[in-house]
């Protein structure tokens, strides 16, 4: 008896696999335990923005990396961006043998709403493209969701794309639902913009149109730095506005390191209690490694990891910090948000592009995907973009006819998007965020600077 017993469970823990993440109310909790679940993480990004990089596609790159997460006692990594012309199976059951979920930023940089014509960018290509890569993350347990977008709205300027953050979200909502996929949480993240902050995120959550409101919200926050407190942060008035929101709120990045020396990350110990988890449910760390920027917990130089004072400071916070208990302060009930009113510019969601909407039903080919080549900003008009591509063994042709070899009308494309409103949208981002959005600005520009293209929407 005690060999059966021993033996069924050496079988099962070869094939487990991480328990879902699930939303109820405004909090994340684990499908199997019951227990809320709180994100504990880094934004892992190795590369940087300027030398794009999908560290789920390379088992060399991620077995690297995956011990030093265990070894911080991570539970969580967002990734900001994959090529879903690879396969990410060693990836994902690497993190998924040593605890990690995934949150996974949907967009490459030429497929991604573009700020300054957002219509344009709302094209079925792209969302071919977002579904593409939606087909290939589904079926792991441990993606815990996805991000329709990063920091599109970075200004008071760029509000006006907020009803494109929502037809994307939609759309990925219905995808996820017409293609019988586990129900993953589709959220969007959001840039620190003071005057928008509250009511971008209601918006957000607004409308009888469930599927167009987010089903979790990450806020990309750095206010905390050095030495703080729950108060002179400004945590305490984020909690206080944010109260009464009906879906998961995060730190999609934090760690402020406007310090000298070390960055402490004693802001930990605030995330992690009740002072915040009745509206948070937990963050994620700018970032894994060092890219130039200041933001390294290690770094990276080939094969190897040295790792930084910023990675002992976070291990040892993570260590002598755990979840609060119970159900900390969550809320089942609360009501989605009211619309704002008084907005300078129509606030409805753009309906999805026709020719989309054969996705709904056939699916996208399963070679439908481009990766980093993908390249459907300026395919607003389906008849100027078409290209011919083969069709190669799909099991859904119609999807396939007109897609985009994406780079063969990249620069015809990228003309019609020629612009000087690039500017502001990049020097914004460097002032709203610390993500890395502005570097992949600069790298463009000196590319392509004959057009000035700007890649809204991702990293920004
Ligand atoms: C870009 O990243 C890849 C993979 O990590 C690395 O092999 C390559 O050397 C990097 N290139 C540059 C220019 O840093
Ligand atoms: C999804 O995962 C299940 C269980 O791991 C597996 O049996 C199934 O083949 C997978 N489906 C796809 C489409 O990969
Ligand atoms: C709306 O008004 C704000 C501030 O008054 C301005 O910055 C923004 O450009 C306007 N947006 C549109 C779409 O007119
Ligand atoms: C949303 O639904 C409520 C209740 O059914 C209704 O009163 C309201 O008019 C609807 N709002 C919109 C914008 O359709
Ligand atoms: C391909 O498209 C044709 C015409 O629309 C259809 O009859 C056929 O069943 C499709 N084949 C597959 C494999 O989906």
Known sequence: MKFTLALASIV????????????????????????????????YQ???????TDPLADKDI????????????????????VDNTQDHDDCMKL??????????????????ISRHDP???????????????????????????????????NDVDSLYTAPYAKAVVRDMKKYIKARNYRSIPVGYSAADVSQVRGELADYLNCGNDSDARIDML??????????????????????????????????????????SGSRPFTEIGSIYSTQMSGVFSGGLVYEYSEEGSKYGLVKIDGDSVTTLTDYDNLKKEYSSTSDPTGDAGY????DFSECPTGWNFSITVPDTPSKAEDYFKNGVASDAGNGFDADTQGSCDDDTYEVSTTVGGSSSNSSKTDDSSATASGSAAKTALSSSASGSASSSASKSSKGAAPEIDVVKYSWTTAFLVVAAGFFM
């Open 12 to 43: 099962s823990s070869a094939i487990a696999t991480l328990p879902a993440i699930e939303v109820k109310g405004n909090a994340f909790f684990d499908s199997d335990s019951g227990d809320r679940f709180y994100i504990r993480g880094v934004d």
């Open 218 to 259: 990450g806020v990309n926050d750095y206010s905390w730095c050095g030495q703080s407190s729950f108060t002179i942060s400004g945590y305490k008035e984020k909690v206080a506005l944010y109260d009464g929101f009906s879906v998961p709120i995060f730190l999609s990045e934090f760690g402020c390191n406007e310090v």
């Open 95 to 112: 993190l998924d043998d040593a605890g990690i979920y995934l949150i996974l930023d949907v967009n490459t940089p030429d497929a991604s």
């Open 331 to 334: 809320t089942e009930n609360n």
């Open 119 to 153: 219509g344009c960018s709302y094209n079925h290509n792209y969302l071919q493209q977002v579904f593409a890569t939606v087909d290939m993350f589904s079926n792991y347990t441990n993606t815990l969701g996805f991000f329709a977008a990063n920091e599109l709205i």
């Open 62 to 81: 991620c077995s690297r990396d995956i011990p030093y997460f265990k070894d911080l006692g991570i539970n969580t990594v967002r990734v900001y961006s």
């Open 46 to 52: 190795p590369g940087g923005s300027s030398n794009l």
